[in-house]
């Protein structure tokens, strides 16, 4: 699987949109990109996943770029349950399903 | 309902016990998975289970066995538990292996004293 590389930080305000690059310039054909996010403490939570069009659900908004190295996850309206470390994975199908996480964006939603 | 849960919440032990952490999931999925988060917070697989199979065992030391008594149960046992086992672990479900979102239980706080 593709490595990714993720900002270790970024802070948002409430209200505003964040948006959480990732570059993954290595990624291959057959590899999605998949966001989880883990708030403190808590199991990982599945949040929105694309294979090279932009994807919408009531989570976020996912924009790849055409070339597919890169990626951005959008959440339109941060609140502060949104604090939370997001891990951006590129992963690809077969019966080795395995999920490669990294250091993932620690988001700091502030009031 | 919970989806994915998994018992104890926490497990305090000594060195050199052997002990299970259980894991059930009610989504009717085929595929349950065991990762480990460690104290730098790094998330990584130990195991895969695909109707009841194993398909991936990671580098993981053999005192790790995994047991699916049905596709609904992937209990985690540990024997002569080490201080290097200290982790939160997670247990994962998906519909089926390949390309599927996983659901994640709330994982299990692991302290061995």
């Known amino acids: 699987d593709a490595k990714t590389t993720q900002p270790t930080s970024m802070d948002c305000a409430e209200g505003r949109a964040a948006n959480l690059p990732c570059n993954h310039s290595t990624i291959s054909g057959n590899e999605y990109v998949y966001w989880y996010r883990q708030i403190h403490s808590q199991g990982p939570q599945y949040i929105i996943h694309g294979l090279k069009n932009n994807e919408t659900n009531e989570m976020a908004s996912l924009i790849i770029t055409e070339d597919r190295k890169s990626s951005t996850l959008i959440l339109p309206h941060a609140t502060l349950r949104d604090t939370a470390v997001y891990y951006c994975i590129a992963r690809r199908g077969g019966n080795n399903n395995d999920m490669r996480f990294g250091a993932g964006t620690r988001l700091t939603v502030k009031p | 309902d919970t989806a994915v849960s998994q018992t104890p919440k926490y497990l305090v032990t000594q060195m050199g016990n052997d002990k299970s952490i259980k894991c059930e999931q009610n989504?009717?999925?085929?595929?349950m998975y065991w990762y480990k988060q460690d104290s730098k917070k790094f998330l990584k697989i130990m195991f895969s289970y695909n109707n009841k199979e194993l398909i991936i065992n990671e580098t993981v030391p053999n005192r790790f066995s995994p047991k699916s008594p049905d596709k609904a149960h992937l209990n985690l046992h540990i024997n002569s538990l080490e201080l290097g086992d200290s982790a939160v672990y997670f247990c994962?479900?998906?519909?089926?292996?390949?390309?599927?979102?996983?659901?994640f239980g709330p994982g299990t706080r692991l302290l061995v004293l």
């Open positions: 994962a479900s998906s519909r089926l292996a390949g390309q599927e979102t996983q659901y």
């Open positions: 989504l009717g999925h085929d595929t």
